[in-house]
């Protein structure tokens, strides 16, 4: 069961959020709706995100499968180097360094996906509202003995307009 | 006076923005076919390049570097414009960027898809393109490495697949928007596009994070990949190209271009679309401001060039410093001083004159200019090697030339066609933002 309410101002929004968290609903049953990025304040509705590190860790997977991919064709194919290193880094640097920003590039975009919901199996039932501009839409998932409760919530923090719906 | 963007209501910045992707008015089929002809006619140029062999270019030795390479070097540095500047403004937070960004990410995607066509053209077999790219073959070679022409090819990958990224990610919520009333083949190709967008917070957070992050990982790939690129000149042991300042003048010089390039598509995207309300005088005026600190970096970096080449009277070097400024290629290289320096510095230096014709004016003569920068770079010190028997000189045939003019026609074909399936200007980053909270 969902309960979807429409609200004008973010402050009303974070108020019956701050309501409904304090009823026991989780941050992974909320959602909010908007045809623009809404901020609220800390500790509403904080998303923690691993970004940054899987953006890092991509960038060393890459540079060290590229460094290692080169050290290995270097020794493959052995040129005659005039008794100079077979490899050496100095030369191959830049090369690491292009497949290292690759690798923070494709980790950082397939994480989006991922973080986002838009690569992840999803529950289809779940109803997305309609939302008009300016306005701010919070969906809530709870049991269905529980929806009188978040709706009451949500009105009391000051919802245009509240409705039920089933998954 | 028009009113602030920010300040119009929602709907009217929708309006206004979707509205050129719903009409195709004469002009603008007529342009397309114009610029497809002109594509088309480079196309056959390159049939005819492909079937009678390298020969029917002008390259011969010891010039075997020519317009190509000066395409190539010129069109990475348009690219410039897109990624960088958007980069750079949105980590700023420059609140007048949000206008320009998509157009200017749009010039990096299309100005790096035609650069990066060079190389294969100019290998002649062009076919064998893939022996570049490090596969088990049955000869048991693998590429060379340590070649700067590899690294380039590195560094272009990745600058393509981040910049086609970072143009991508702030559409989605715009495509999302454009699924919802649409002809039935665009609201199929937006809503694949979309990816099942719904606006959620989940969904903005990770945009908003993932736009930054992308902003400062495609600011150290732009650098790296222009400074790749003056790399390939830079470690030949060749008069004047051998130069430690050459990645960062390339560099420099870049986002020159780039920044010219930007302001040339916005006047056009202004008038064409009637985008008045939204790309303002202020949007030219700063740009126009940047333009002109490029400009005198420009200068400083060609006066540093070249003052230590003239000063150190190394034999060699002055020979290419002669046919540079005072023999063969003295006019291109005095007329690249005029549209560079000169023109920019009185057109964009008086606060009087800084209109939006003048600059875009200015911002003509310096992608103009730019290229004669490229060609006097690349084309002396071949043409004057380090043995003076071999000293030869370079003139294109008609196939460079049409493949070159093909390039330009291209470029606008592409973004015409974005223009008309994307809204040009970001309509989610457009809306009225209420106050934020501490």
Redesign the interface.
Same mark, same amino acid.
């Given at each position: 069961m969902y309960v979807i309410g429409e609200f004008h101002?973010?402050e009303r929004a974070a108020a019956a959020i701050r309501t409904l968290r304090a009823g026991g609903a989780t941050a992974a049953d909320l959602?909010?709706?908007?045809?623009?990025?809404?901020?609220?304040?800390r500790g509403v509705?904080d998303?923690p995100?691993r970004?940054?590190l899987i953006?890092v860790s991509g960038a060393i997977a890459f540079g060290l499968l590229a460094t290692g991919? @080169?050290y290995w %064709?270097?020794h493959?194919?052995r040129?005659a180097t005039g008794g100079m290193p077979l490899f050496?880094f100095w030369?191959?640097g830049? @090369?690491t360094?292009?497949?290292t920003?690759?690798g923070? @590039?494709?980790a950082?975009?397939a994480?989006?996906?991922w973080?986002?919901?838009? %690569?992840r199996p999803r529950d289809r039932s779940a109803p997305?509202p309609m939302?008009d501009?300016?306005s701010i839409c919070l969906r809530v998932r709870c049991r269905a003995g529980q929806s009188a409760h978040a709706a009451e919530a949500m009105q009391r923090a000051g919802a245009t307009g509240v409705e039920r719906r089933e998954s | 006076m028009a009113p602030a963007p920010e300040l119009l209501p929602? /709907?009217r910045i929708?309006e206004d923005l979707f509205r050129p992707l719903s009409r195709v008015s004469r002009r603008y089929v007529l342009a397309t076919v114009c610029a497809f002809v002109v594509g088309a006619a480079g196309l056959a140029a390159w049939a005819y390049q492909l079937r009678r062999g390298m020969g029917v270019t002008g390259l011969q030795r010891p010039v075997f570097w020519g317009f190509y390479i000066v395409d190539f070097v010129f069109w990475i540095g348009i690219s410039h414009a897109g990624t960088l500047i958007s980069a750079i403004l949105r980590l700023t937070d420059a609140a007048w960027r949000k206008p320009v960004t998509r157009a200017a990410e749009a010039i990096t995607v299309f100005a790096l898809m035609i650069g990066g066509m060079f190389p294969i053209i100019h290998l002649g077999r062009a076919w064998l393109f893939f022996w570049l790219l490090?596969y088990p073959n049955s000869r048991?070679?693998?590429p060379?490495?340590?070649s700067?022409l590899?690294?380039d090819l590195? !560094?272009i *990958?990745?600058y393509v697949?981040?910049s086609i990224?970072y143009l991508y990610?702030p559409l989605i919520?715009d495509v999302a /928007?454009l699924a919802e009333h649409n002809t039935p083949w665009r609201r199929k190709l937006y809503r694949a596009l979309s990816?099942?967008?719904?606006?959620?917070?989940?969904?903005?957070? !990770?945009? $908003?994070? !993932?736009m930054k992050?992308?902003a400062c990982?495609?600011l !150290? *790939?732009a650098v790296?990949v222009h400074t *790749?690129v003056a790399?390939d000149f830079a470690m030949a042991v060749a008069p004047m190209w051998h130069s430690t300042i050459f990645g960062p003048y390339f560099v420099a010089g870049a986002i020159f271009s780039g920044i010219a390039a930007l302001l040339i598509v916005m006047s056009l995207l202004r008038k064409v679309l009637h985008l008045e309300t939204y790309l303002t005088p202020h949007h030219f005026r700063n740009l126009g401001k940047l333009l002109l600190l490029m400009s005198l970096l420009w200068l400083y970096f060609t006066m540093s060039e070249n003052l230590t080449v003239w000063y150190g009277n190394e034999p060699k070097e002055m020979a290419v410093f002669g046919a540079r400024t005072r023999a063969q290629y003295a006019p291109y290289f005095w007329i690249m001083v005029v549209l560079n320096f000169v023109i920019p510095f009185v057109l964009l230096g008086i606060r009087r004159l800084r209109t939006i014709a003048n600059t875009t004016i200015a911002a003509v003569c310096v992608v103009v200019g730019m290229w004669l920068e490229r060609f006097v770079i690349v084309v002396p010190t071949l043409a004057n090697p380090r043995l003076p028997a071999a000293a030869s000189s370079y003139a294109p045939t008609w196939v460079e030339i049409a493949i070159t003019a093909a390039t330009f026609a291209a470029m606008a074909m592409l973004y015409m066609i974005f223009a008309k399936l994307f809204p040009i200007i970001a309509v989610?980053e457009f809306?009225?933002?209420?106050p $934020?909270?501490?």
């Open positions: 101002e973010k959602d909010v709706f908007s045809e623009e990025p809404v901020e609220f304040p509705l998303r995100s970004m940054s953006s991919f @080169i %064709a270097q493959d194919y040129v050496s030369a191959t830049v @090369i360094y292009e497949m920003m690759l923070a @590039i494709v950082t975009f994480w989006f996906l973080e986002s919901g838009l %690569a997305v939302v501009p300016g | 929602y /709907q929708r490090p048991l070679l693998w060379n490495f340590r700067p590899l690294w590195t !560094a *990958v990745t697949t981040g990224i990610l919520p /928007q990816l099942g967008w719904t606006g959620s917070d989940r969904e903005w957070h !990770a945009l $908003e994070r !993932a992050l992308m990982i495609i !150290a *790939v790296s *790749v790399w989610w809306k009225p933002h209420p $934020e909270d501490e």
